[in-house]
């Protein structure tokens, strides 16, 4: 008897058919449905007889006999599939249409008549009538975009969600699925030794999902820039392999002029969803290069495409960006805020033989985003628990070493040091304990590295490298300190008792001429850069601008303290040190 009530108790759960309503004379007046012994869809209708009342009849309306097997609803639409026959040749019919066309007669006829045929006439059949017909249609939700619905991921293979249909676009192939996962998980150990920076690959792939989840406003990418054939792409798609054996045919999105527009890298990484993208071949030959690198990796960290409007007027809806870029090329554009964006890995040659074992064992690996995704969906823990007290310690470190963006680093630290917590209470933990150690420590290392490249490339830092090259290169361009001449070049300043006096416009030509700057700074800027840094003389009327002495003249411009640029002390002449051509 237990067996039958389990029985019993799984037939009540089982969802009702869709069906097609079938209608007899003692149905209502005006009851549409299906006739079961003309096959056809009939209408009753209430007819007076003489002296006699009234009689119900079927009036033929149509030979498509036809029902909503399944409503679809996706983020912007709603979709139905008709199924049904025909009632003269009995062939089976089926066809979809969006909510959109279905709310045009016309198209709805066309339709029918492109399914149906020449020998089924279509009557007066509308949509109404096929709604009045349609009994329990299924209803589906269609994900176009890995995404999570409350707790549970929405991605193809995880099995978490009901009535769930994927159409991913093809260019993000991702499926997981359930296995050996004692294999899986030895297949992965070799994909965390592939490389000395392999373990901060993998946690960042890893990781794309619950930070969507956690941390979506606090988003980063990770940049692999290594020469050709340092298989940099190879391990990075072996990498990606963790959420779909198809990954391993290659990168889909691609950079330069032979690479993705704009456009198509936006969508690609709208259309990731959680997951994380790779973005591979980022060159610096052309300058365009840089300037698209640099637009498209701001808009996707920032999380929101920007503000287009439409031809008849308003604005589009703005797509939301969710995953995680890792970015793949061989030199790196260079420019602060996106650097500091960016925790940037310089890569050497990966162990070939070690990644060409992962290669050919690539299909274990979606076992492991299979695993790792069901146990963010079960777990009660979360991703960075303690995420603001750890963040905080870490940037008062950073801001000790004079880091000049510590908060983004101290969060790109922090939320990967939670993520490899993470992974070590899921069902794959055991394989990332035993490489603790040596993440540890690539992390450090490449966070000290991080830091002292983004100090280096904000603009105030080139101006002063960019500064301390100029006098090297053309001393001449500075006035010794009794205001002569000297022999070659125009005068951009003067060398003072405490520094250099500099005038802003011709140094800020000068140095744009030897393309000091990624983006070209303003005088304003700088003066504030520099007044910052203390590296101003100001005057005793407080202006940030000293007021000197040049050719006769008194001009403002920066009087820069000698300490600004080691150089720069090192070069401040006497008086009337400075060879001068007198003669002219």
């Not at 007066?124 to 994900?143: D, I």
């Not at 050919?360 to 076992?367: E, I, Y």
């Not at 125009?490 to 060398?495: D, E």
Request: glycine share 10%.
């Amino acid at each position: 008897m237990a067996d039958n009530s389990i029985t019993g108790a799984q037939e009540q759960t089982v969802d009702p058919v869709p069906a097609m309503r079938t209608v007899t004379p003692d149905d209502p007046d005006g009851t549409v449905g299906l006739c079961i012994v003309t096959g056809a869809i009939m209408k009753v209708v209430e007819v007076e007889r003489d002296n006699s009342g009234t009689k119900k009849l079927l009036n033929w309306v149509s030979d498509c006999a036809i029902h909503i097997h399944t409503e679809t609803r996706s983020q912007d639409d709603t979709e139905f599939i008709f199924v049904g026959f025909g009632a003269v040749d009995k062939r089976s019919v089926k066809f979809t249409m969006p909510a959109s066309s279905l709310a045009e007669p016309r198209k709805f006829k066309a339709a029918l008549i492109n399914a149906f045929g020449a020998k089924n006439r279509i009557g007066s059949l509308n949509f109404e009538m096929v709604q009045q017909m349609s009994l329990n249609p299924r209803l589906m939700q269609r994900v176009e975009v890995p995404t999570w619905k409350g707790n549970v991921p929405l991605l193809p293979g995880v099995d978490l969600a009901d009535n769930t249909e994927y159409r991913l676009i093809p260019q993000i192939p991702a499926a997981v699925y359930d296995g050996d996962l004692q294999k899986a998980k030895e297949c992965l150990g070799k994909l965390l030794k592939v490389h000395r920076y392999a373990p901060i690959l993998v946690v960042m792939a890893l990781g794309a999902p619950a930070i969507a989840r956690w941390h979506k406003n606090d988003r980063f990418g990770l940049g692999i820039w290594g020469g050709t054939g340092t298989l940099k792409t190879s391990t990075a798609v072996a990498t990606m392999a963790i959420y779909g054996i198809g990954y391993m045919d290659g990168p889909k999105l691609k950079a330069g002029k032979a690479g993705s527009s704009i456009v198509g890298a936006m969508e690609m990484f709208a259309a990731a969803g959680f997951l994380p993208q790779n973005y591979d071949n980022i060159k610096t030959v052309d300058i365009r290069d840089r300037e698209n690198y640099v637009a498209t990796m701001h808009a996707v960290l920032e999380g929101e495409e920007k503000a287009r409007g439409k031809k008849d007027g308003g604005l589009r809806k703005s797509r939301e960006f969710l995953c995680t870029p890792i970015v793949t090329g061989e030199v790196r554009p260079q420019e602060a805020s996106t650097s500091a964006r960016i925790l940037n890995l310089n890569w050497s040659r990966s162990d070939d033989k070690l990644l060409a074992e992962v290669q050919t064992n690539a299909a274990l690996l979606p076992v492991i985003g299979y695993n790792w995704l069901r146990f963010l969906a079960g777990t009660d823990l979360i991703l960075g628990k303690d995420f603001e007290p750890n963040r905080s310690k870490k940037m008062e470190e950073f801001l000790g070493l004079k880091y000049v963006n510590p908060g983004r680093l101290s969060t790109i630290y922090t939320l990967l040091m939670g993520i490899w917590d993470l992974l070590e209470a899921s069902p794959i933990g055991d394989v990332f304990k035993e490489a603790r150690e040596s993440f540890e420590a690539v992390l450090n290392e490449a966070t000290t590295i991080q830091g002292q490249a983004v100090s280096e490339e904000t603009e105030i830092s080139r101006f002063l490298s960019g500064l301390e090259e100029l006098l090297a290169g053309k001393p001449g361009l500075i006035q010794s300190m009794d205001g002569t001449r000297p022999i070659a070049g125009t005068v951009i300043g003067k060398w003072m008792t405490d520094g250099i006096f500099l005038l802003p416009n011709e140094t800020l030509n000068e140095l744009t001429k030897m393309r000091a700057f990624n983006q070209q700074p303003t005088i304003e800027s700088i003066t504030n850069a520099l007044n910052e840094k203390g590296l101003l003389m100001i005057g005793d009327d407080g202006h940030l601008k000293y007021k000197g002495r040049l050719n006769g003249t008194r001009p403002r411009g920066w009087y820069i303290k000698s300490e600004a640029v080691p150089a720069i002390a090192e070069k401040v002449p006497p008086p009337g040190a400075t060879k001068n051509d007198d003669g002219k």
